[in-house]
């Protein structure tokens, strides 16, 4: 699994490919795995959720955000502690419910977006202001089988 | 110095985060089975609805008022504690958790401005989370306790105290005028562990605000009011009197909870300690005559370990019906345990804690109607027997002398069902119960 904030490793054949033994303090960079009894099996807790503390699991009812990859009946991982941004996929708080939509910041206004054009966007008003719940940072989606 | 953090109006507030049309509005959260309001949020203690009031006094508030009832929901409140708890454990090195709500931070050998970080705990805690805290820092227990108590009340009742105040209140770096006229304007009765008869006595013999209470003498003091008070006064002039487990009981809870010497990795291990503490509780809660509608287990690794994979669970179970049985306890506390447990995981921290009490005369002998007929190992007279027993044998022969074997998994598996008309979703603990989001 990779870190969130660096770079991926990746894995090279030492130069002049001559069978070195790996040292496994260093050649997978990661720590030495190959010698700690603490690793484990992938776990998507791990590879799924930034911040456990703050992410909720919520489910997406509409169909108007499958453009953005998001459709009905997803499950989808709301993370609070992120800050949202302009093209973030949020969850707002519109006339006392949970709306999910793109979130588009323009020069001289601030509104959601759903992926489907037809769709109006959402303008958020200055007095009122936005109250963004959360940000949408992954979509499970469950396959028949 | 410490801190104290707790979460404003807690279960209100777990309630706001996921129902937003609540925010604003008076709101009151009722025990098991509705009967008496054990969380209110700011509007409806500005309707005069007191804690513990019962619901049947202030139906009428429904249609005057707009005030909103809900059912307890111990699921969502232990989940969102959980979360709480874990944020706020990695801005000290030492954490005690007090209730479901509170814990104190040691901030012993940290550097730095304290308020700043308060302010900055408070505010994680309010994004990643949506509750609203406040933080109290000051020399000892009591202290830090009643500058929250004033970081509370500054941003509840403004006036009361100066905005500065508000939130996050560190006494430690107020003048010493400052501090004697926030001592002024707080009444005795706000202080820890003084209860309502002593506050009434020490009003009787002229003793009003905090500032009164920290000038009496407090050898006079301990001979009229006994040796609890005496300690709660130095306490108030700073001299730290109060060491971990010696906090008073926190109102509508009991709670046991240990940090390990050494981290534990075994389930057994972990089952033997959480078996332990179910078993404190328990005589606790019968020694004040109580039984228990749910009851939460709580886990923790170490946050300054930062090479450790990190798991904090924390889960409640209800308890239906309510019970003081030891054996009972014990096994819901192992269950609820064995699910949350994850091998590989270095754990040094464990707690368990009953809430949603209640008295037990009131549910004493009375037949469970709504409940699953499971045969019970004992009757119920038998049952408050044994424990009656065992408490005995403990007490003359050490805590622990007699307690629960492993057997007690096979005991009664306690439903989790309980009879509450207005529950919310358990948002966060059951997945065909999660928000939905319109897309």
Redesign the interface.
Known sequence: MYSHDGPAQVLKPAAGGAARKPRSSVAFGFGSPADDS?V?RLDLN?ILIR????T??????????REAG?D?GD??LVD??ITPLHNHVV?A?VD??????SLVTQPHDVRLC?ADASVPDIVVSADTGL?V?GVVTHAIRSLPV | MLALVDVNNMYVSCERVF???LVGRPVVVLSHNDGVCVARSNEAKDLGVEMAQPWFQVRHLQRRAGLVALSANFELYGDMSN??M??AAAYAPRQEIYSIDECFLDFAGVRGNLTLLGRALRAQVL????LPTSVGLAATKTLAKLANHVAKTAERKPGSYPSQLAQVCNFGELSAAQLEAVMRATEVGAVWGIGRKTGARLRDGGVHSVLDVMRADPVALRRQFGVVLERTVRELRGQPCLGVDEAPDANQQIMCSRSFGEPVTSLASLTEAVSGFASRVAHQLRSQRSVAGAVQVFLSTSPFHRQ???HSPSATLALRPPTADTRLLAAAATRTLEAMFR??HRYVKAGVVLVDLQPHARTAGEPDLFGDDTPQPATGRDRMRLMRAMDTLNQRFGRGAVDVASAVRAARRPSSVARQEQRSPR??TR?DE??????
């Open positions: 603490g484990g791990d911040h456990a503390q703050a909720f699991l919520m489910r997406v009812a509409g169909s108007s955000m998001l009905d499950l989808v609070r502690a969850i708080i006392d419910g949970f709306v999910c939509r759903a109250q719940w | 129902r937003p049309s979360r709480m874990t944020l994004q990643w989370t949506g450790d994979r990190q091998p590989g948002y966060t997945l999660v928000i939905t989001a319109r897309a």
